[in-house]
């Protein structure tokens, strides 16, 4: 019995890094489409991927594995990763075999047809263009939700994909507080008058010096970039891995701004600094990988916010930064640290302040629930889109392409995925409450650039389990509290009254 | 029954398409290895390639392969292209299965083995280290052949992999021919007495110049390196394309010396641009590559060589040379055009000069057919190769790495590969013979800096058919006759004799 469960298993493992080499490839192969490829390849570059792609899909749905979740469903006092590969194949075969295959390929077929309807309507500022095929993608994501099934509100269905365990039910609460505190905090900020001089931050910045300041920055943190990764640049940032030894991110360059490279250099580093700590011996079980999308969007902007924007990574820092960007050495310490962090409720997610982003995140929440659920229709969303801008940020969208179609992501039916991103805000402080109980001179070190002790707390508490567990059950484990918007708020409230100098 | 046929014909492009994902696939991951690839990562990197090529080898000996090639190969009145890409599986097909699963897996493994020994052994310039490993390479391609089948010599069987329809028989006469002409050339330029004057051709070479001057020559030759390709750098410079229209070359740039690179560029676009050639039609055949080994390198060489190294060729791009590099002022085109073309018998295959590159090739090949046909062993290697070294180049190894370990080929085990280099001397002297016939004036718009006539000519009778037909097929359908060692002496005695001032 011992001898054919080991067999199983063992069989299961060699099964699973098929697939594991297959999403490596099609990584690969995206990253090169994005970083590399000349422009008349992209077609046959598209039914390449469309093909590996096609492969991966037939492995997860294949008998093979069905027998394999029919021999482990049955096994008991199963170790904690052979569960977490049973649950995770499970849910993948489940939900591919739900969907009517036939039904599936329309989908992928009318998603790209509406992404390439999306950008004409972006281009044109034309919401109109896009919105039949939006209309299309919803009502695909609506029925596959129905497919899979769900407890209380369809869009728990979805929720689920990015973020397994999180219920609508759970993050109307997280999220409308959230809300509410950072709309009354946004309050006090506009009526305290105190804003900071914020002129410094345009200006001149080489290329190199940018490139070289992060790297400093980059390597301080823990990311191999030059043995387990590279750099690159593309138009929008992101990170990428084929396994732990090649983790990939790109950044952008503005010649008159720092910011948006530097701080998308710390926030990817953030990200690949948690797939280059999934331990080797994950490999073939498919959780050599971040536990979520809200998990892994905790560890990337914990390191872009929560460290590289406060007052203790710039006293080491700011010292590297005058090398480099000479324009700084009138702007004292605090003014630079204030300036960072000047809050300004704007039109565009990417472009968002650390206190106000969120709220960009909660729009689109409470918006994709009442779409999914049939409770408003796709023709009233820009109307809904500014609504909601002016109640929560008090700005108006002068048209759709700076309102409702500034994002892709509806484009190809990722509903659901949004609230990853505020979630890794909520995340990251709990995990830093547990960071400051644990390591009580934290602050110290971090001002003596020190950035290896938080690494290792990151990845002894977190990284070193890939996706072995659900984010519900890590974050309980890690912090031994639910998900909460407690912590953020109470960050929130801190950092910026005192910037703001608000009582 | 026409409409089972189209059906059929439908069914199997469908399937060979997959092929071609994958390798296309392959290919792109192994140009990601060389140019990007984080030094970690080399492990789980080639456990990817292992798996994409395992898949590949299925398709290419799977039952459904077998069922198009039984139905084809009872239809009449197959086109061209139906003929070659049934001939093209077949003779997969049969390779593929004749060699034991069982042993294929351990020879790949050898050869990984092996290939490291090589290294070590270059390294350290001891052929004892690598000794063992090769004869197990010999062992298994000798093995091979035999499973394989040949009708006269085993090494035909070898042979056939890279040049197919070309013998050891006809290679016996045309290689000895040629080794003998050249032998004998090489003697009356060292007894002329004339050697060009070539200190101009080491020096400062900017690498931004020397790239941009190779842009200007390759945008001539008609390489579309920006959207259909791109240009990278790597140790050693190589070509690779995923489709038609993201063809890849790479270079290697030394700053004091413009040749490397310069000659490798011409080199490299000329494969390059065979394969931007090569039409979409011939898209799920597995047509849609060269015609073979031989017919790939005949186009790079014809560039690289009968043209860039050609007076027509400076007369033209001279005054661009000179442009950035003013250190040629006071060298007169002819003088620059001998200096290029300066004969040194010489150790190192890949730094040898238009005329003795043959012969490099001829001692593989003579070696080759030797070790395969066991009429000497590996042990006696370093002595039979410093001696033909000795007999037909006048030079003598000082040791093993600049002699018999100087090639990566034979250690993971490609014998056979080596003979398509002269190959594509031959057949390049030959196109060119015919090409004189048809644009008589050819020189003259060479020397108008008009190399459109030439890849239009060259695209018209080799590029757009692919591989539909064998490498003895077209060279016969092109030029009216066989190959032939004829033209290449006719070409090398005229070239030479004159440059050294010989009657």
Not at 72 to 80: A, I, M, R
Not at 241 to 246: A, I, L, R, T
Not at 274 to 294: C, F, K, N, V, W
Not at 398 to 423: C, M, R, T
Request: charged share 30%.
């Amino acid at each position: 019995m011992a001898r054919e469960f080991q067999e199983k298993l063992d069989g299961l493992k060699e099964y699973l890094k098929k697939l594991e080499y297959l999403t490596s490839s099609i990584a690969l192969i995206q990253w090169d489409s994005i970083v590399n490829m000349p422009s008349k390849a992209v077609e046959y570059r598209s039914e390449i991927l469309g093909y590996l792609s096609g492969e991966s899909y037939k492995i997860s749905t294949s008998k093979k594995i069905k027998q394999y979740i029919d021999f482990f469903s049955n096994s008991k006092n199963l170790d904690d990763i052979t569960k977490g590969t049973i649950k995770k194949i499970s849910k993948d075969y489940i939900r591919n075999n739900r969907i009517p295959k036939k039904e599936y390929k329309q989908y992928i077929v009318a998603g790209s047809i509406s992404g390439a309807a999306w950008e004409e309507a972006k281009k044109k500022s034309d919401f109109k263009i896009f919105q039949p095929h939006l209309k299309k993608m919803v009502e695909y994501n609506q029925k596959f939700a129905d497919y899979w099934g769900f407890k209380k509100n369809r869009y728990d269905a979805l929720l689920d994909i990015y973020e397994p365990g999180i219920t609508t039910e759970k993050l109307d609460k997280v999220f409308g507080n959230l809300r509410d505190a950072i709309v009354q905090l946004l309050n006090k900020i506009k009526e305290s008058g105190n804003s900071p001089d914020i002129k410094f931050l345009k200006g001149n910045f080489p290329k190199d010096a940018q490139e070289e300041f992060a790297k400093k920055i980059m390597g301080k943190m823990g990311y191999d970039f030059k043995e387990a990764g590279r750099i690159d640049e593309s138009t929008h940032p992101f990170t990428t891995n084929f396994g732990n030894k090649d983790v990939r991110i790109t950044t952008h360059y503005y010649e008159n701004d720092f910011r948006p490279a530097l701080f998308s250099f710390i926030h990817e580093a953030g990200h690949a600094i948690y797939e280059q700590d999934i331990p080797d011996t994950l490999q073939g079980t498919l959780l050599a990988q971040g536990a979520s999308m809200g998990i892994h969007e905790s560890q990337s902007r914990f390191y872009e916010n929560i460290i590289g924007k406060s007052k203790y990574f710039w006293d080491f820092f700011y010292s590297e930064a005058l090398e480099r960007f000479p324009q700084f050495k009138d702007i004292s310490l605090e003014d630079f640290y204030r300036g960072i962090n000047f809050v300004e409720p704007s039109l565009i997610r990417t472009e968002a302040d650390e206190l106000t982003y969120s709220l960009h995140i909660i729009i689109r929440y409470e918006i994709e629930k009442l779409l999914i659920n049939g409770d408003i229709s796709v023709e009233d969303l820009p109307n809904i889109w500014n609504e909601k801008y002016k109640e929560y940020l008090g700005v108006e969208p002068k048209n759709d392409a700076e309102g409702v179609l500034q994002d892709i992501h509806w484009s190809d039916g990722s509903f659901g995925y949004f609230p990853s991103y505020a979630l890794g805000n909520l995340y990251g402080t709990q995990f830093l409450n547990k960071m400051k109980i644990d390591i009580p001179d934290i602050y110290e070190k971090i001002s003596q650039g020190n950035l290896t002790i938080v690494h290792e707390w990151l990845n002894e508490n977190i990284h070193k389990y890939g996706a072995i567990y659900k984010p519900t059950e890590l974050i309980k484990r890690v912090t031994g509290e639910e998900l909460s918007e407690k912590y953020f708020i109470e960050y929130l409230n801190k950092k910026f009254k005192k910037i703001y100098n608000i009582n």
